[in-house]
Every structure is written in C-alpha cells, then in structure tokens.
C-alpha cells in the first residue's frame, strides 16, 4: 500500500517498493484500514459488510465487564461472531483490573482472537462509572488494568490492543505517557481518537499527538478521528507516521469507504462513486445478515439508523430522502422493509438516471 504525495496525489515510489503489512500479534492484516468500534453500530453484520468491502481490521462494540450483565441479550449478542472473518476482536470497557481480566478470559472463551481495552469512549453512562476515557485521568488504574488484563490474555496467548483519546482535557493530554506506559505493560497496538475526553465529538480531532506517539513507542500506532475521505486518510497517515486509520462515523452508510481510500493509497486515485444497483445489493445483503442477527422484531427497528445513513449519502433531493423515511419508519416486518428499499432503489434508478451510474466524485457527503 502506498501514501500518496499531497502536492502531486501520486503514490511515492519509496513507499511503493514497501508494501505496509500490519500484525497484531500473531494475526496478519489484510490491510490497515480499520473499521471504529462504534455502540449500537458496528455489530457483527455491520462489520462483516466493512471487511467485504475493503476494511482490513474490525473491533466489536464495547462489551461490559460486568458479569451480572454478561447473560443479557445485548451482551450475548455482541459476543457472537460467527461467520465473521478473523482476527476477531472484542472491545471490554470496565473499571476494576480483575473484573476486566474475567471478562477478557470470558471473551477468549468465546471465541476472540485479540482483547482491546476501552479507554476513549466518553459517554457518561460509561465515564460516570470511571470507565472508558475516564479512566486516563487516574494512570495508576489505567495501567493497573492493562497489566491485568495483558497477564489473563498472555496465558491463551492472545494480543491485547488499547483505544483511547489523547487525554482528559487540553491541559492534561497523558496519551504519551499512558502510550509507553501501556507499551512496558505489553500491548501490542494502541488507537488514538485525536481529541480530548473533555471535547467529546466537538471541534477537530488533532493528529499531532498521535505523531508524537508514534515517536516514542516501537508497537502498531492506530489514527482516528474525522477521517472522512480518502484524501483525508492519506493525509493524516502521512502526517502521522502512524500504521493505520480507522475510520468509523464515515463509514455510517457508506461502509464502501474502505475500498475507496485503498484504491487512493493504491493508485493515487479517486473511485468513482458506486452505483444505484451496487448500494441496492449492498444494502440488502446488509439487512439480511441483520434480521438474523436481531429477528424481526428488533431488527426492522433497529434497521432504520442503518436505512436513513444509506439513502442521506445518495445525493437524493431532500423531499425523497424525508419520503423514505417516512415509508421505513412505519414498517415492522422484514418482508416489507427489504421491498421498501428494493422497491425505492428501483424508482431512484429510473428516475434519477445521472446517481445510477455513479457520480464522478467519491466524496458522497459533500454531495448530500
Ligand atoms: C455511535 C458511536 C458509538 C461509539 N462507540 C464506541 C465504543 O463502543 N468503543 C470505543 O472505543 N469507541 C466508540 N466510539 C468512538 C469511535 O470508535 C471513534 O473513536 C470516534 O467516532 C472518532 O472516529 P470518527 O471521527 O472516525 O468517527 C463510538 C462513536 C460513535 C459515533
């Protein structure tokens, strides 16, 4: 995989002559383009369709570490992998080192591959209970439960990665410190989302600080945060240095996104958008694999989000796009929903014959 050059969008032939290849651990990547684990998104389904589409590397949603909760639907659900490509990796979120190496013990049973610790996610359902990114503002407990959590994963030799943001808040960005710390501790890859827990999702996400890790530790560097097109991938991998971006609010309906930023490393070049009839067939086998997953009930529900991602990034005029979602928004069987989209994409296709060919630009939100 190549970088290509800012100034002329041609990959450099230094870097053409060293394909990058990415392990964790034992596992060899198929690329370095990583899909976010992103809460009540980036289920089993979701993820299968990314790596289909160009994504090398998938994490699941947070998983807790609570035991009490670990027999509930949700947690069941998002402990079940199967059919996903490897390496198969679990996100735990939690606060106390054993309950966190119980948990990380519970998922290698289960089936995961590699073990990554959550400590970037800033919901307060999550913060308030001293987890997630909180957990950076107290280092002797962050470090504390890596070191847990890297010995229960040592004994089924099993990687473990860490997500995090680059600190609390502006004046305390520790990710460095926490980074060579966890490094010394045995991680084998960290992630950084390039904003502060303070933030939240607000302003730009600063890539700097992600640099100067990648300085200063030997293992894997991960970029995230707003990295929304190819060019922009290619930027801040250059920026970085870093060994691989993940992508995820981009990805939200648009999953083929991983496909287009490995053609622009690639080539130095923009795919053409996808067509009318690629999205449609896409989409279906996407709602397939999630009844399945969810049943019917739950799944033509929890669909929607997925349906109105899909059809905002079509260039749709707004009336159609309010219009379908109008029409999905009262449907409760799967028969329905998925003759809904079929039928929708259909009349999009005959109607609006310039989006059926796909568009010059691969840039689908600026044409939204
Ligand atoms: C809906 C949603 C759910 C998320 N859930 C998680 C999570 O479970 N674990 C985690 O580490 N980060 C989570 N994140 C953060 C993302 O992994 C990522 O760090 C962040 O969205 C920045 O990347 P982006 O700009 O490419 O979206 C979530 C983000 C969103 C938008």
Redesign the pocket.
Known sequence: MRIPDAATGRASAKAADSPITMHIGPYRLQNNLFV??????TDRPFRKLCKRLGAGYAVS??VTSRPDLQDSLKTSRRADHSGEPGPIAV?IAGTDAQMMADAARYNIDRGAQIIDI?M??PAKKVCNKWAGSALMQDEQLAIGIVEAVVAACALHGVPVTL?MRTGWCADVRNAPAIAQAAEQAGVQMLTV?GRTREQGYSGQ?EHDTVALIKSRVAIPVVA????DSPQRAAAVLRQTGADAV?????AQGRPWIFREVAHHLATGRLLPAPSLAEVRQWLIDHLHDHYDLYGEHTGVRSARKHLGWYVHGLGLPPSEVARFRARINVLTRCEEQLSAVADSFDAWSASLPALSEGRETSDWKLAA
């Open positions: 976010a684990p992103m809460a009540g998104v949603e947070m996100q959550n970037g996610c997500k989302h996400a995230n945060g707003d990295i993940m992508i995820g609010r981009a």
